[in-house]
């Protein structure tokens, strides 16, 4: 069987197993192997140099050179000497083919032990920005050449993110142009069949493939491609798509393993991301119930309804709260610093009131993670308060005496 060579993925075969017992390395050798199988049978001149092969066109070669040294082997039964030279240049050429293959296999395999470990996601603390930084990430651990990341949203794909190793502009572009291209998951399209049956697929004529989505395909120019399945605690919320347009060679199953094993890996840092945001909602409501409960718990302090050793059992500081001015109930010292708020500080602190993060609350109203952190800064600041929950306490008594809780 002819054997198909295919690009590693960590490195570019030259490294110290990847040479014969000489010291020269494995592609010079079946350069050399391929000038004397010239010799013996008209087949054509391998043109570029030993150390250009990176993405397998002289493995591909080679298998032409000994299918063709196995047709002129038959047609030499007569002549024993042609017959025995023909025979020692095939079986040159093959062992050598078989120690590339071998090599390509062992690459193959750290490199899909080290995807994901090369698969880090740092500084993103909502699922949004993580998927926007998915495509390039992808790339940059795969060695691939495109990448990009559609979300699940309403029965169609939507692009998130695009990233093009070689040509950034022209993948803004596409991102663009994609965000009015969503992809619709209905049965005859390959995306539609990618997440019904929860598995990978690779496409190996985009062009002519009718079950891929022409629009995506033409503008993306793309001849070949794999698109995986997202997983996010056991759902698909996304998909990966990738290729390798750039270097124009073939894509195999290898590559879909590689996709596979990116994908597997944002879905894990999706799912860590979520797990973060839960448990910071769980602290701000917390952080809500605790000052809402010492500042009841002072109310009844203040009426003279527990005992002095209830009130040494339950231990409350007194700096825990901050005190309203003298002769100044606690609704009206809540009320008069509310209102030193602007509208946006207000809407602001409404959410944080349902323990929403920063993320949610940027979310929901529009605007930068940044910007809601500043505004929460400020609230505390007017409001002089430590933390959230002092803050969402004030807001409570407001609204409790406007009769709305």
Request: charge should be neutral.
């Amino acid at each position: 069987m002819p054997i198909k060579f295919a690009p590693t993925r960590t490195s570019s075969g030259r490294g110290r197993n990847n040479r014969g017992q000489d010291g020269r390395s494995l592609s010079a050798l079946l350069t050399e192997a391929l000038a004397r199988a010239r010799t013996v049978v008209d087949v054509p001149q391998w043109s570029s140099s030993p150390d250009e092969d990176e993405y397998g066109q002289l493995g591909q070669h080679v298998d032409l050179v000994i299918a063709e040294l196995r047709r002129q082997m038959q047609l030499a039964a007569n002549d024993p000497t042609r017959m025995a030279t023909i025979c020692e240049v095939t079986l040159t050429l093959q062992q050598l083919a078989a120690k590339q293959q071998q090599l390509l296999v062992e690459d193959r395999i750290r490199s899909l032990g080290s995807i994901r470990h090369r698969m880090r996601f740092t500084g993103h603390n909502d699922p949004a920005s993580l998927l926007r930084a998915a495509a390039e990430a992808a790339c940059r651990a795969s060695g691939l050449d495109r990448a990009m990341v559609f979300k699940i949203d309403s029965g169609r794909l939507h692009a998130t993110s695009t990233y093009f190793s070689s040509n950034q502009q022209w993948a803004a572009d596409c991102q663009s142009r994609a965000e009015q291209i969503a992809i619709p998951l209905v049965p005859g399209v390959l995306e539609a069949e990618v997440v019904r049956r929860r598995m990978p697929a690779l496409v190996s004529d985009a062009q002519q493939e009718p079950q891929a989505y022409q629009p995506i395909v033409g503008m993306l120019r793309t001849r070949a491609y794999v698109a995986t399945p997202i997983f996010v605690n056991g759902q698909i919320e996304a998909t990966l798509h990738l290729d390798a347009y750039d270097s124009g060679r073939e894509l195999d199953a290898f590559d879909r393993d590689i996709a596979a094993e990116l994908a597997f890996s944002i879905g894990q840092a999706l799912e860590r991301v979520l797990t973060l945001q839960q448990l910071m909602r769980q602290r701000a409501l917390l952080e809500t119930l605790t000052y809402q409960t010492e500042a009841q718990l002072r109310t009844i302090v203040g009426s003279g309804e527990l005992t002095d050793v209830a009130m040494s059992q339950l231990a409350v500081q007194p700096d825990l709260v901050h005190e309203p001015a003298t002769g100044e109930n606690r609704a009206a010292h809540s009320m008069r610093l509310v209102r030193t708020l602007t509208r946006r500080e207000l809407e602001v602190l409404q959410l944080m009131s349902t323990g929403a993060t920063n993320a949610d609350i940027a979310a929901q109203l529009f605007l930068a993670e940044g910007t809601i952190k500043t505004h929460v800064k400020r609230i505390l600041r007017k409001l002089n308060v430590g933390n959230r929950g002092q803050a969402v306490a004030h807001y409570t008594t407001v609204m409790q005496n406007r009769g709305h809780l």
